[in-house]
């Protein structure tokens, strides 16, 4: 079945790809790793290397926090592949993923600021508040979501107020539980 999974992972289809990230939710994450790091490293296409990041919540290994941390950080990358490892990182996360979100809070990818903003607020990240509040006027929308604006002002809020969402927003459209 995960030899299965990944050739679904790396489909043509984008909608198969993310049925199969899915699906490694209901298995054990851990087994398929490597190949998820190689998908998120080398899948053909933009969305299959997304579907990669967005299967790594069900992942606990370090070597998917590096892989996820790589993505973010290339530039080159598509700004969905790096916002949904951005994404992801609110539960795949180490000391030196902070620091990664903080320096990469002003992207100039909307979805990459967007994602990190979450994560940040997630990880109750105190030191992001001052950049966050930068990107109080960031009104520019992320597809199928709101304005990064209103991101950085649902973050702030977790930040200081406590009060994190606690479910990523595709578990949240997906009705799965995290």
């Given at each position: 079945m995960p030899d299965t999974i990944i050739a679904q992972l790396n489909s043509a289809n984008?909608?198969?790809a993310f049925e199969a990230?899915?699906?490694?939710w209901d298995i054990d994450g851990n087994a398929v790793a490597k190949q998820l790091v190689e998908t998120l490293k080398r899948g053909r296409r933009a969305f299959n290397r997304a579907a990669a990041a967005y299967a790594m919540h069900a992942v606990s290994d370090i070597h998917v926090t590096i892989a996820l941390e790589r993505t973010v950080r290339n530039k080159?990358?598509?700004p969905d592949v790096r916002g949904q490892a951005a994404e992801t990182l609110a539960l795949r996360h180490r000391k030196a993923?902070?620091?990664l979100l903080l320096k990469t809070l002003l992207d100039p990818s909307k979805d990459v600021r967007f994602w990190?903003?979450?994560?940040?607020?997630q990880m109750?990240?105190?030191?992001?508040?001052?950049?966050?509040?930068?990107?109080l006027n960031d009104q520019r929308q992320v597809r199928g979501f709101h304005s990064v604006a209103k991101e950085a002002a649902d973050a702030i809020r977790e930040i200081?107020?406590?009060?994190?969402?606690?479910?990523c927003y595709y578990c949240a459209r997906s009705g799965r539980r995290q």
């Open positions: 984008r909608i198969d990230a899915k699906q490694v080159s990358e598509y993923t902070h620091d990190c903003a979450y994560s940040l607020g109750r990240e105190k030191r992001a508040v001052p950049i966050l509040r930068l990107l200081e107020q406590g009060e994190p969402r606690r479910r």
